[in-house]
Every structure is written in C-alpha cells, then in structure tokens.
C-alpha cells in the first residue's frame, strides 16, 4: 500500500461504507474495519476492484483497537484514517446497562482517540497524512435522562 491507502472503521455499512466506496472508485486501497466479518466481506465485495483489506475487529475492546492501531503503524502505510464506528443505546440513561453504555463510551470516544493518535504518529513519521473523523447528533439520543423531575 502506498500513499493511496485508507482505513474506515465502521466500514460494514452507512457512512463507513459510502466512504469505503467513494474511495476505492477513487483507486484508494482501503481496509475495511468492522465486528462482522460476513458483513465486511459483503462490503468488500462492493468495491471497486483493487488489493482492498478487512479487518475484524470490535472497537469497544481494547485489545482489538491496539490490533487496529498496529496495523495504522505498519510500513504499509496509511495516509487516511476514516473514524466512523460509532454506536448508540437507543435507551434513556441511565435505562441501558451500565456495560452498553460503557462500550458506548470506548467505541464512540476511546477508540477514535487510540486510532487517530496511532495515525497521527505513523502519519507525521511518514510526512503527511489525514483524519476524518464522523459524529452523529444519535449520541444525543442516548443521552437523555429518564429521571423525572
């Protein structure tokens, strides 16, 4: 992979994957990050052809998301970094499980920090590079309370 090469996490569907589109038809490689791989390989499939790669991964673990940074880090470089996993509870809090809220909180806020400093680290080592990263008014939705008053 040379200067053409783009990671988008929540590449499965949405966003991530029209993002995954407009790049690949643009002759980007791009690797697809997402928990799924049976929906990765479908997305995968929708691209246009070019050494595209998938990578499974939940980003809510952090053992999974140093497995993503690393592979930010590796001599194959990648210029751009698409942050676009993101999930919600769809619940009022605190009406969600405390977990769901938790990995709430490490996909939506931790991952997209440990990915974007691992690319601005490979990126600024490299000479350049970029980051996009994609926010949602949806983390608003779980955001209620449900207390009343």
Do not use: K, Y
């Amino acid at each position: 992979m040379a200067d053409r090469s783009a990671m988008v996490t929540g590449a499965s569907s949405g966003i991530g994957l029209a993002f995954a589109r407009q790049l690949a038809a643009g002759g980007w490689t791009v690797v697809l990050v997402g928990r799924d791989l049976s929906q990765l390989a479908t997305a995968r499939s929708t691209l246009a052809p070019g050494p595209h790669e998938t990578l499974v991964a939940d980003l809510a673990v952090p053992d999974d998301c140093d497995r993503v940074s690393r592979r930010l880090a590796a001599p194959d470089r990648i210029s751009l970094l698409v942050n676009s996993a993101g999930i919600g509870t769809g619940a009022s809090f605190p009406d969600a499980p405390l977990a769901d809220e938790l990995a709430m909180l490490e996909v939506n806020v931790g991952a997209t920090l440990r990915l974007s400093h691992a690319a601005v680290l490979s990126m600024t080592a490299a000479g350049g590079g970029a980051i996009v990263t994609i926010s949602s008014t949806a983390g608003t939705w779980s955001g209620r309370t449900s207390l009343a008053g």
